[in-house]
């Protein structure tokens, strides 16, 4: 079983729509959460980062974290043709670990006009 | 502000032979992490270093290795390459090693082993 998993899609909304996009996790040690997006032959890019539980807001989009469930999710508001990408997670540990991030698969998202 | 940058952009090399790639870290970031992203995969962990320091190792063999300059700007250096070692390697520089481990990535370096 890997530590993060995630629905590889591919995802693909129409111009407006609301995204979900979600990874589960097997390690109750991750405190750190991060959503990266990926265009093609791009470097990932940050998107937001997340301490523990709880949500956090930036613009049109949403992180949501629920360590109960070892679950975690990213919601696009009004997605974008711009926001056709793939959407990876990402983890870590509070202490150093070497500056490890576990990454998730990646969802491909296509947002269609 | 100028990013983490890597070179070359592309390369293609015969299996074992060495490969050597390059990066150079984003303004006054002193850790720079290296990570392998094979197709339709996340990236994986190699390792990282700090101060020109190895600071953490994933699950890679000693033939991947690495250094980090005075300057921050670091090497990794792949020995006897196998077709597997096919893969966008990806650079990220980050303010300090310790957490939330905010690392930027550079655009990579996209190996192909033949």
């Known amino acids: 079983q890997k530590e993060v998993e995630q629905d590889p899609g591919p995802l693909s909304v129409p111009e407006g729509a609301i995204v979900s996009l979600n990874c589960t996790y097997s390690?109750?040690?991750?405190?750190?959460f991060m959503w990266y997006r990926q265009y093609s032959r791009k470097g990932p890019e940050l998107l937001m980062y997340?301490?523990?539980?709880g949500n956090k807001e930036d613009g049109r989009f949403t992180a949501q974290v629920d360590k109960s469930s070892k679950y975690i999710s990213l919601f696009i508001r009004d997605s974008q043709p711009s926001d056709s990408a793939t959407y990876l997670c990402?983890?870590?540990?509070?202490?150093?670990?070497?500056?490890?991030?576990?990454f998730g698969q990646g969802t491909e998202l296509s947002v269609k006009p | 502000e100028t990013g983490v940058t890597q070179s070359p952009t592309h390369l293609i090399k015969t299996r074992g032979q060495q490969v050597t790639l390059r990066c150079s870290s984003q303004?006054?970031?002193?850790?720079v992490s290296w990570y392998q992203q094979a197709l339709g995969q996340g990236p994986q962990f190699i390792f990282q270093y700090y101060r020109e320091e190895e600071n953490g190792r994933g699950n890679f063999p000693p033939r991947f290795s690495g250094l980090q300059f005075p300057n921050y700007s670091s090497e990794l250096n792949v020995n006897a390459l196998e077709l597997d070692d096919s893969a966008l390697y990806l650079c990220?520089?980050?303010?300090?090693?310790?957490?939330?481990?905010?690392?930027?990535f550079g655009p990579g370096t996209r190996l192909t082993v033949t």
């Open positions: 390690n109750s040690a991750f405190q750190y």
């Open positions: 303004s006054g970031h002193n850790t």
């Open positions: 990402a983890m870590s540990f509070i202490y150093n670990q070497g500056g490890k991030l576990i």
């Open positions: 990220a520089s980050s303010l300090r090693r310790d957490p939330p481990y905010e690392q930027y």
């Open positions: 997340t301490y523990s539980s």
